[in-house]
T-cell receptor
Framework: AQSVTQPDIHITVSEGASLELRCNYS??????LFWYVQSPGQGLQLLLK??????LVQGIKGFEAEFKRSQSSFNLRKPSVHWSDAAEYFC???????????FGTGTRLQVFP | DAGVIQSPRHEVTEMGQEVTLRCKPI?????LFWYRQTMMRGLELLIY????????DSGMPEDRFSAKMPNASFSTLKIQPSEPRDSAVYFC????????????FGPGTRLLVL
């Protein structure tokens, strides 16, 4: 069965610092992978996705993620965090034979000025 | 495009009352998903439809919950009778076609059952 683990519940960084949010998945084949962001009181918005091809994918708001098959990981990165990046971030995995996405439990990012 | 539209945005009701949440997916999308988000359980998929047909309702907590999609542009999630433990944010999402495509989320309905 598919599963997603986001090991960090809460991360705090200073504005301007680099960021890496971890995501590990469990799936027998090459998965579809997503990162979503949720600002307070809002729905989830897609940051980026990986289906195939180049393992380094670029997303909106300066985010990128790298698919590493050997580590079953899809970590989200940003070189310099802005105060407006404070939000909750969800990693999700989908299988090729279903419409469903399995979401991780989320990582709450706090940014200090 | 207006995005996924949900109504109401906030709902406060008393235990035992019927609650109906509404969703209008993005035009042209043929998959629709209902999620529930709580602090304790995170984001849970309740049910999803493809071409207006319920495909997987294994996440529906119990018989008090029901969902319908009478046409491609409208879906409802009903709770009858409601209980305090149903308090949560309920999201509707839609996607363009079958398979794990990008899901577009609505703003959610924040439900409080007293």
């Amino acid at each position: 069965a598919q599963s997603v683990t986001q090991p960090d519940i809460h991360i705090t960084v200073s504005e301007g610092a680099s960021l890496e949010l971890r995501c590990n998945y469990s799936y027998g084949a090459t998965p579809y992978l997503f990162w979503y962001v949720q600002s307070p009181g809002q729905g989830l918005q897609l940051l980026l996705k990986y289906f195939s091809g180049d393992t380094l994918v670029q997303g909106i708001k300066g985010f990128e993620a790298e698919f590493k098959r050997s580590q079953s990981s899809f970590n989200l990165r940003k070189p310099s965090v802005h105060w407006s990046d404070a939000a909750e971030y969800f990693c999700a995995v989908g299988a090729r034979n279903t419409d469903k996405l399995i979401f991780g439990t989320g990582t709450r990012l706090q940014v200090f000025p | 495009d207006a995005g996924v539209i949900q109504s109401p945005r906030h709902e406060v009701t008393e235990m035992g009352q019927e609650v109906t949440l509404r969703c209008k997916p993005i035009s042209g999308h043929n998959s629709l998903f209902w999620y529930r988000q709580t602090m304790m359980r995170g984001l849970e998929l309740l049910i999803y439809f493809n071409n207006n047909v319920p495909i997987d309702d294994s996440g529906m907590p119990e018989d008090r919950f029901s969902a319908k999609m009478p046409n491609a542009s409208f879906s409802t999630l009903k709770i009858q009778p409601s209980e305090p433990r149903d308090s949560a944010v309920y999201f509707c999402a839609s996607s363009f076609r079958g398979g794990p495509e990008t899901q577009y989320f609505g703003p959610g309905t924040r439900l409080l059952v007293l």
